[in-house]
């Protein structure tokens, strides 16, 4: 094929496919979904039209911002949580490590492992009278400090996030991993002959090197965060009272189980916006320390 | 260039060709050729249990007795089920059958015409279903499904044994007693009552439903959506407190609101707990699972000292109706008509009180009916109050459910959910 010809309508005729999927399955329903925020309608009877409404009801409901706060939580436990710690044992692994292979394997296998079964497996792990955690206090002559980690609304999100960093630290040791095996020896054999100790090279070296592998990791956490819904629903179901409830869980439960279709559309276009901000700020600031 | 343009439009052409080809194949085998009736029928059968696979064997027998009909069913889990229903009600891809509950379930698909009632054909259970008994699936005069069974939702399970340890040969009969038999157990130092509330409908369906029926009597929930009376009320805000005072005072084991119901069942078919508020699904997999189901005993939950409400009454919804799809006519419509009436007949009522499971039905019961069974039929027999969840809109079950734990946990006041709910209520006009 021609890459350099003029004409590009074998490329379109190529994408076309692919596009119209795409504009089927992710653009036309955010802006049917814009439609329906505007609208009163329980998915039976009639639609009623309502105007901005709904937009303001969200802003006035307190769940709501109540589930954006516990989304901003889980967003930071992932940027300053799974990042870091991945970080570190990316950077430890890419030594030359007795059993390295079993390392990166039993890093990874949380992202394999399918979020029910981790969810219930914490659950029982947080349990406030059979739990292992409470068990292992009890032991080491802590009991005071066991707690009702799921059922107090005062832990609740806590215990949550620090499942999810648990859970995904292994993407991103993955990526960072391979970001750690592009970086050229030279480099490194140059720094040791100018005498830099492996904390420098680990520090003006390998960091720096890996920007932009950093970068993906962050925009990947903020947009894999603000969409959890699995990990929470299966743990706490939002419970107790609405302490751990997140905007994804808030609105699948207005649109579904109460029929709030209006509602629900508007809910999701906050989150819709919420992503698009948080992930252009991110941009905004990894790119400006990259100049 | 041209050459390579008309070639990779061909291509193209061929891929849409193939593509529509596909999706209109998929379109006119559903439709059947005519000679075979086919009816897409949704329900919740998919666990072993005794009552779905009675159930079930109901569908088999009718397609073996009609083999010019064929039911397409398709099992979803119940929570899943009730999600699936709204979203394709929304898109108006109902199945020709579905299965209905009454109240907030019903009422909907009947206002936005989705499903079509089944007067016409209701003679057939002349004699064996009472009037009342068809009353939960029946909307302004109009019957829309058959009901099966009745489901009590808050009986009091409790291990006799445990009880007369206690020094109670009885269950207790007032609030004041049971109060007293709770701070007993604790001393013993055994859970007084299993509850596992994170699903948060345990506490309006099991706890509530019932208990403020003894504080503001029946036809408080009526009232109050006919506006002549509120949930501030002072009966019904002392019912929330009966809720508060009973999690204040330890009565449940710590970990409640992050154990669901079938954990809660454990903790008391483990003998771990003395007692376990459930509705009557929970007894044939209780009395499945104890070692001795003699020791298992059943009483309502106890009156409560200055309520208004009848002490022997207790919330109870019928279930397992099918609807029929507004769209059927014709054929179809006979096919599916003849379908409820096969399905629910004597022998299928008979296999369900053979599962422990309560009927709709005025028949007697058959031969091998267990104790405990015929025991809540006599205790559900005398009056049936609305459940909660099934009377109220969904978004005031929403806010009474979250509500309902966040009392338990003292985040909120009895007084504040009661206004939370008012103001909820009278969203809804």
Known sequence: ?291 | MKRFLSKSMALTMVMLLVLMAACSNGDSSSEGDGEKVELTFWNIWTEPSPQNEASLKQVEKFEEEHPNIKIKQQNIPHDQFKVKVKTQAAGQQLPDLIQVWPGAELTPLVDGELIQPVDDILSSWDGLIKEDQFADYNVDGKQYAIPANVTPTSLVYYNKKMLKDAGYDEFPKTYGEFKQLIEKLKGGGKIPIALGNKAQWVLQSSYISTIADRMTGSDFLQAVKNGEKKFTDEKFIEALKVIQELSEMEAFNNDFNSIDNIQHRELFILEEAAMMIDGAWSLGPTLEAVEDPENVGIALFPEIEGGEGDPSAVSAVTGTGIALNSELEGEKLEAAQEFLKSFYDKEYYNDLMKADILVAADIEPPEGVSPQLKHVSELTSKKITPVYDASLPVEVTDVLNSGLQEVSLGTMTPEQLAEKLQAAMEKQK
């Open chain 1, 1 to 291: 094929m021609h890459l350099l010809s003029r004409n590009k309508w074998p490329a379109v005729f190529g994408l076309a496919p692919a596009l119209l999927i795409y504009l089927m399955f992710a653009i036309i329903p955010i802006l049917i979904s814009f439609y329906y925020s505007l609208m009163d309608w329980d998915g039976f009877t009639d639609m009623r039209f309502v105007g901005l409404a709904n937009f303001q009801e969200a802003l006035s409901d307190p769940i709501f911002w109540q589930s954006l706060k516990n989304n901003l939580y889980v967003v930071a436990a992932s940027v300053f949580g799974q990042i870091p710690i991945a970080l570190f044992f990316a950077i430890l692994l890419n030594r030359k490590l007795k059993g390295g292979k079993i390392f990166r394997t039993l890093g990874f296998m949380p992202v394999v492992i399918s979020t029910v079964i981790i969810s219930l497996v914490w659950g029982m792990m947080y349990n406030s009278r059979r739990g292992l955690f409470n068990h292992l206090l009890e032991l080491v002559g802590l009991g005071e400090w066991a707690q009702n980690w799921l059922g107090d609304p005062k832990w609740a999100m806590i215990s949550v996030c620090i499942t999810i960093i648990w859970q995904f630290v292994g993407l991103y040791l993955i990526i960072f991993l391979a970001a750690l095996q592009n970086i050229p020896q030279e480099i490194y054999e140059a720094a040791r002959i100018d005498g830099a100790s492996g904390w420098k090279q680990t520090l003006y070296i390998t960091l720096p090197m890996m920007r932009n592998a950093i970068a993906v990791a962050v925009i990947l956490c903020i947009s894999g965060s603000l969409r959890t819904f699995d990990l929470i629903y299966v743990m706490t179901s939002g419970g107790p009272g609405h302490s751990t409830e997140v905007l994804a869980m808030y609105m699948f439960d207005q649109t579904f189980s109460s029929t709030r279709f209006g509602y629900g559309s508007a809910l999701s276009l906050f989150i819709f916006f919420f992503s698009l901000i948080l992930v252009y700020l991110s941009t905004v600031v990894l790119r400006k320390k990259a100049d």
